[in-house]
């Protein structure tokens, strides 16, 4: 097993400190909690609040990508090949494709891997799986951080390292959120372990377990065999590359930890430094949460730099502009020291066509003396009924409407018998004294179209 490095970590329910256990295979274990966390490879803490709830999530999530892979290779094999560059196109992503299965599941084999009941149950209890943090949602990273990327990641490194220049301050322990598969994070830790003419350490989070694997992976010295599939690919070669993912340079100064950045299980007051990149935009939470639990986590007088674009989905008043990121800053207690715009080159793969560039907003701010007590109570915490399936689950107010919500979609899929027709339903749902006909009729027909569109969606029916 792994060395594992137990003073850059801690439980992200109270944040006290973890120990080794004596099983085998060994666990973290926060015993006034009395909770275990899984160690992924035998090194890699997997420090999630809730680690099973987490690990049934995240299998799903590859389940249910390893079954997109089925049906996309599938479809490369049955596809009709008129022309004879059709056919060869499709025959080499097909053979990607398998080949790609097969590297997921030797580097995700932690995660037992259920491609049969993913999809079903989801279908089930109605919920949906995630798109934009699935399993395989950030794999053009893997392959800018070590393989083709090197001059993407020197110019972001570049840019960091002259911001905080400007403000001179002594950076032993950083702390990279979003931290992806870590090149950006290996990068930054040699340089400014070189400039300081001592070894800094820099402790790396991400949610994703593939992207915290290769991370892990290259922080210890290892390959890993990884293919890539190219937008816009350049030639047949280009249409499914496999590389050969190696850093020679282990480094015990990097820390990689698998979790989620809303429950940041580090030490409180520990870092002087947090950086998040290409993160805020993305993170499915109001930046002021995000902005507690980097607090928490910073030193008093600590820095915190932001740097990536504010590309955001979701409601408009929570697509934060430059100008409102500042001010929230400044009323969470910080002094912003420095913002500007820059413009990088953003995943530019030699093996593909589709090369843009990105402005991005860099803001360092510090944190003050007299901001949020690092011991108030969290307020993203679990309910304790949903770590402990003993407990009874409270019916509450949002659970009432739900249950409501639920009864009268179950009745509006009842009445679909193969023979009803849309007035039909209309007319029914007039007798039961839910709504006028007339009314019924548009309503009907929004939500059936909507349950077509995610059925369709869901197995890949093109209408």
Known sequence: MKQVDTTQIACPRCKGSLGLTSTNPPRLQCQPCKVTFPLLHGGLPFLYENPNSAMLDWRARLGYAMQELDSERLLAKTTDQQLPGTAARMQRLSDGLQKHQDELKQILNVLEIDTNTAREMHQVLGTSLPTHHGVLSYMPLIFRDWVWGQSETNLTADHIIKVLANHSQQLDQILVLGAGAGGLAYELQQRIS??????????????????????????????????????????????????????????????????????????????????????????????????????????????????????????????????????????????????????????????????????????????????????????????????????????????????????????????????????????????????????????????????????????????
């Open 194 to 463: 070189e400039q300081a003419h001592t070894s800094i350490t820099v402790t790396t989070i991400d949610s994703n377990p593939l992207l915290s694997l290769i991370a892990w992976h290259m922080a210890n010295g290892s390959t890993v065999e990884l293919t890539e599939f190219p937008d816009a690919p350049l030639s047949l070669e280009d249409i499914a590359v496999t590389h050969h993912l190696t850093n020679s340079n282990a480094n015990e100064h990097i820390k990689v930890i698998c979790a989620d950045a809303m429950h940041l299980p580090v030490p409180l007051d520990h870092f002087d430094l947090v950086l998040t990149p290409w993160l805020i935009d993305v993170i499915d939470a109001p930046l002021t949460t995000l902005l507690q639990q980097i607090t928490r986590a910073l030193k008093p007088e600590g820095l915190w730099l932001n740097h990536g674009p504010l590309g955001y989905s979701g409601h408009p008043a929570s697509r934060l502009s430059a100008i409102e990121i500042s001010e929230l800053t400044q009323s969470s207690g910080y002094d912003v020291l420095s913002t500007e715009h820059v413009r990088l080159p953003y995943l530019e793969s030699p093996h593909g066509a589709a090369h843009r560039s990105e402005r991005l907003f860099t803001q360092l701010a510090r944190r003050g003396e007299s901001v949020v007590d690092s011991t108030d109570a969290d307020t993203t915490v679990t309910p304790e009924w949903m770590i402990d399936a003993s407990k009874p689950v409270p019916f509450t107010p949002a659970f009432k409407a739900q249950l409501t919500n639920t009864r009268i979609h179950g009745f509006v899929m009842g009445l679909i018998n193969g023979e009803r027709s849309i007035n039909e339903m209309a007319r029914i749902m007039e007798n039961e004294r839910l709504m006028p006909a007339e009314q019924a009729k548009p309503a009907l027909k929004g939500f059936l179209r909507k349950m077509l569109e995610e059925a369709n969606t869901a197995e890949g029916v093109n209408r």
